[in-house]
Every structure is written in structure tokens, then in C-alpha cells.
Nanobody, 122 residues
Framework: QVQLVESGGGLVQAGGSLRLSCAAS????????MGWFRQAPGKEREFVAA????????AFADSVKGRFTISRDNAKNTVYLQMNTLKPEDTAVYYC???????????????WGQGTQVTVSS
């Protein structure tokens, strides 16, 4: 079982940037695809981005394409979400998750972190 811990969230003004990190323990991340999801108050948890175990394949939600990038450092057992040009609608709790492949539906991901809050002020 892999344990995931997100960090890097915070309060930022619209147009600003944040980098989220997801650190793993218990097992190596190198055999997992990794995803980022987010959940705003009163809304469903939604897909944001995903990356394959090698980093060679990525996927993004339309709402973040061109603004967010996802990367990983398997040597550090860490996955990153670089968020640029942030908008108030990006405000949510962001979760990382480990899964078998790069997919967008959350049911495929079996291991989840506790989340980190991102708040974007207008």
C-alpha cells in the first residue's frame, strides 16, 4: 500500500502560480500512474491531470490545459502539479492519487492523499 501526502497549497491571487507536491511512502511510485483531482465545496471531485509511470504520457482536463503541467521524479518518489495563471474557479481541495494507468475517472485510482487547499482570490 502506498501512502500519499500532498503539500504546496495556499492562498494566491488570480494570475499567480503554485506548485503542488505529492510525496509517497510505503511503496515506490515508479510503477503507478499518478493523477491529480480537485473538489470545490458542493461539487463532485473532478479530474485535473494525470501522468504515466514513466512520465511519457500525460492528460489534462480541458479547464486547465495550457495552464497546468504535471511531472514526476521517481527517484524522489514525488509527483508535482505546476499551476500557472490561476483563476478563482481553480479554488478547491487538490488530491493526488495512484492508479494503474493514465485515466480520468476517479474510480480507477485506489490510493489517495488527504488533500491540500488551494484558494485563488480575485
Amino acid at each position: 500500500q502506498v501512502q500519499l501526502v500532498e503539500s504546496g497549497g495556499g492562498l494566491v491571487q488570480a494570475g499567480g502560480s503554485l506548485r503542488l507536491s505529492c510525496a509517497a511512502s510505503g511503496r515506490t511510485l515508479s510503477t503507478y500512474a499518478m493523477g491529480w483531482f480537485r473538489q470545490a465545496p458542493g461539487k463532485e471531485r473532478e479530474f485535473v491531470a494525470a501522468i504515466s509511470w514513466s512520465g511519457g504520457s500525460t492528460a489534462f482536463a480541458d479547464s486547465v490545459k495550457g495552464r497546468f503541467t504535471i511531472s514526476r521524479d521517481n527517484a524522489k518518489n514525488t509527483v508535482y502539479l505546476q499551476m500557472n495563471t490561476l483563476k478563482p474557479e481553480d479554488t478547491a481541495v487538490y488530491y493526488c492519487a495512484a492508479g494503474p494507468m493514465v485515466v480520468t475517472h476517479r474510480a480507477a485510482y485506489k490510493n489517495w492523499g488527504q488533500g491540500t487547499q488551494v484558494t485563488v482570490s480575485s
